[in-house]
């Protein structure tokens, strides 16, 4: 017979996203789909993806394997295996953190990939501590975006671009 939790018992932190349907936020898209047509400015992308829920694909990576014994056919099986974010490799060398707007994008990409729903600001903060240099939304379409570099940074931290008064774009921070 189990006992019931005290009421003061510590709980563990549910997700931000609990009723979350893997659909893509819809500023976001619009802005997105906007941005390849040439119709929205890369600051306004910013400005969408800051607030908007994206999802991190973890995939299973093999750890170790074991071979059967030889009256077994010596067969070689899974031991253990971790489960890891991915990082894309691009042909200058530098690493990305892959990320997708919805479920669609994700299974375009790798149908067995597992979806992990995160801010916009956590996905870049992941890709920073992984010291990669860019997070790329919707690697396999249907509208791929990089941001990289002091953009990856500012979004990590937190910052928001904001319209100027003169038209142009500035970040608005903490200064840290």
Partial sequence: MSTPPRPDARRIQGSAYVDDDGAADAALARTLRAY?????????????????????????????VEVGPAEEGGLVRDKSSDMAAVLLTGADGRM????????AALGAWDPQARPVPVAAHLAAATAVQEGAHALVVDVAGPH?????????????????????????????????
Avoid at 36 to 64: F, I, K
Avoid at 165 to 172: C, F, I, N, V
């Fill in 144 to 176: 791929a975006f990089v941001l990289a570099d002091d953009d990856l940074h500012r979004v990590a931290a937190q910052w928001t671009p904001v319209r100027l008064d003169d038209g142009g774009w500035g970040w608005l921070g903490s200064g840290d």
């Fill in 96 to 103: 990305a953190l892959l990320a997708f707007t919805d479920l």
């Fill in 36 to 64: 390849d047509a040439g119709a929205a400015s890369y600051p306004e992308v910013l400005a969408a993806l800051g607030p908007a829920r994206l999802l991190v694909p973890v995939v299973a990576v093999l750890g170790e």
